[in-house]
């Protein structure tokens, strides 16, 4: 053979080997449906996504040498519309509420075609904040009583849907309220117009329609005692098909928790950027004792919390049962812990014993967040800025019961020889004056006593 027939049969060869490799390239496509304006959501979707951490994560060697990945991220106002593109296989990750969770299960088992597995939790708080009913803030609604004969709105499907159904069982109210079916951003609009009683909705949407000062809340979701918490299914067959993509977004929502936690401050300005949520609305729920906590592990807690609520949608929506020993799969999470996860899943933030002594704070437009010890110093210094012409941007207590971290102007205050406490609930700020020989009094009202 020439040298020329060789040095082109040599050219040809390499020629058909790497379009070879171009042909037979694999891509591998991961869909994530997540919720970005929903707080206990943002480590599974939205911090992930913005700050690159599962390409961190993806594995690169072995079978997946080689291998094209191509992201795609659905975000939603509810859960409910992230399992209906599961079903549909456009999407392999969901992140959603408890209620939303136990529906995708449920739902995926009776299909028969495939199953999804909870795998991770994203955010909780133990009690339920975070699920709110709120009112018009001129509306004469004070208690759970006051809504019989109205009209409710929330989101159907949703985690805050399924605590307020719970509530009114409990209540006996059930069948004494007009239900209507509203996505929060829709529900937010009408209570700030008056065109509704009252609306139901999950985090963070009662504490916007606070800050904005268009809603009041009238019941809170840890009165109900229920935990409330968000977190991550996949479809099964993905799952067991590529189980090291898996363990690389368990641990890109690890790491997503860990840059939240850090620095709260900074998260909740950039979650705010990427989102459109008050900045001054996520640092509520992000900041050092705040509503929600952070954290992966599945708890116990969490799962009897799911099969009582599963055991509820079963009897008020018919949702089809729901085999949780398939179901609950921890295994990919306590791999990427490692030692700690047995003492991460026994741990569990209680805010009202957490948040016991933790400091007022003011965020001041120039100087940032300060924190101040007691009650009568903090409103010394709200009386100080008023002085200066400056608005805080917030300014956060604490509910002298609950311990649940409250936005300053939206509290009840009463003022006693023991000082001032703040509370979430008119009532128990009444009952407290009653006991204390106190007086109610208001956030504005305390400030304007303080002399210039």
Do not use: C
Not at 155 to 169: D, E, K, Q, R
Not at 378 to 383: S, Y
């Amino acid at each position: 053979m020439s040298m020329k027939a060789l040095l082109t049969g040599t050219v040809l060869t390499t020629g058909l080997s790497i379009a070879s490799t171009i042909a037979f390239a694999e891509t591998i496509t991961i869909g994530i449906g997540h919720q970005s304006t929903v707080t206990n959501t943002v480590p599974g979707g939205i911090i992930i996504e913005k700050l690159e951490l599962l390409e961190k994560h993806l594995p690169t060697t072995g079978r997946y040498e080689g291998v094209d990945y191509e992201l795609v991220y659905r975000d939603y106002t509810s859960g409910p519309p992230i399992t209906n593109q599961m079903l549909a296989g456009k999407l392999q990750f969901g992140v959603m509420g408890d209620y939303p969770l136990i529906v995708n299960g449920a739902t995926f088992q009776a299909g028969g075609e495939d199953e999804s597995l909870l795998i991770q939790i994203t955010g909780y708080n133990l009690k339920g904040t975070g699920n709110g009913v709120v009112v018009p803030v001129e509306s004469d609604i004070y208690t759970l009583e006051d809504l019989r004969g109205k009209s409710v709105s929330a989101p159907f499907g949703s985690a805050a849907w399924g605590m307020f159904l719970s509530v009114m069982s409990k209540e006996g109210m059930t069948d004494d309220i007009s239900y209507v079916n509203q996505s929060p951003p829709v529900g937010v609009n009408n209570i700030a117009m008056g065109r509704i009683d009252a609306h139901v909705d999950f985090t963070p949407w009662s504490e916007v329609m606070e800050f904005r000062g268009t809603g009041r809340k009238v019941y809170d979701g840890s009165e109900a005692n229920i935990p409330t918490f968000h977190g991550t299914v996949v479809t099964k067959s993905f799952a067991e098909e590529y189980p090291e993509i898996v363990d690389a977004y368990v641990n890109a929502t690890l790491e997503a928790q860990e840059w939240l936690n850090n620095d709260p401050l900074t998260a909740a300005i950039k979650v705010s950027e990427w989102t459109g949520i008050e900045k001054e609305v996520l640092y509520l729920y992000f900041s050092d004792g705040g509503i929600s906590t952070f954290e992966s592990s599945i708890k116990p807690q969490w799962v009897d919390s799911l099969k009582e609520s599963h055991a509820l949608l079963v009897r008020e929506r018919d949702v089809p049962p729901l085999d949780f020993d398939k179901w609950v799969v921890d295994s990919y999470v306590e791999a990427a812990i490692g030692e700690g996860y047995a003492e991460m899943t026994a741990s569990v933030v209680d805010t009202a014993v957490a948040n016991v002594g933790k400091p007022a704070e003011i965020w001041h437009p120039r100087d940032g967040i300060s924190s101040y010890a007691t009650m009568g110093e903090f409103f010394d210094a709200m009386a100080a800025i008023r002085d200066t012409g400056f608005k805080p941007l917030a300014t956060y207590v604490y509910d002298a019961n609950s311990g649940l971290k409250l936005f300053g102007k939206a509290a009840f205050y009463v003022t006693s020889d023991d000082g001032i406490a703040a509370f979430l609930k008119r009532d128990e700020a009444v009952a407290y004056a009653e006991s204390a020989g106190g007086e109610v009094t208001t956030f504005a009202e305390i400030i304007d006593g303080i002399s210039s």
